[in-house]
């Protein structure tokens, strides 16, 4: 099993950043079996979509649309950290926001795909 642990939401102006930052831990099998780590978000009344991902094998990083340009994943793999650094946010950002987990094959943006997930954390952008 694998624990994930969100931190670093708040509340922030617009054009403000913030940093979000997931630990994991768990046996050390079950921690390297992850091929797959992403940040979703999830508005009230939306459906939970990815904002960017990273494979961990490769070291490929994506990143939605909406964010594209503003938002940064990056993960410390010796410290089993995943970051996403938020630049420029916009009252639009505003959700909860969860790190997940997946040792399973598939597109980075599909929630199916993830094991374990965070108990999620909250941002929100006032204008």
């Known amino acids: 099993q694998v624990e994930l642990v969100e931190s670093g939401g708040g509340s922030v102006q617009a054009g403000g950043s913030l940093t979000l930052s997931c630990a994991a831990s768990g046996y050390t099998d079950s921690i390297d079996r992850i091929n797959c780590m992403a940040w979703f978000r999830q508005a009230p009344g939306k459906e939970r979509e990815g904002v960017a991902g990273t494979y961990i094998g490769t070291g490929v990083t994506y990143h939605a649309d909406s964010v594209k340009g503003r938002f940064t994943i990056s993960r410390d793999n010796a410290k089993n950290i995943l970051y996403l650094q938020m630049n420029s946010l916009e009252p639009e950002d505003t959700a909860m926001y969860y790190c997940?987990?997946?040792?399973?094959?598939?597109?980075?943006?599909?929630?199916?795909?993830?094991?374990?997930w965070g108990q999620g954390i909250q941002v929100t952008v006032s204008s």
């Open positions: 997940a987990a997946s040792t399973r094959g598939g597109n980075w943006y599909r929630t199916y795909k993830y094991d374990y």
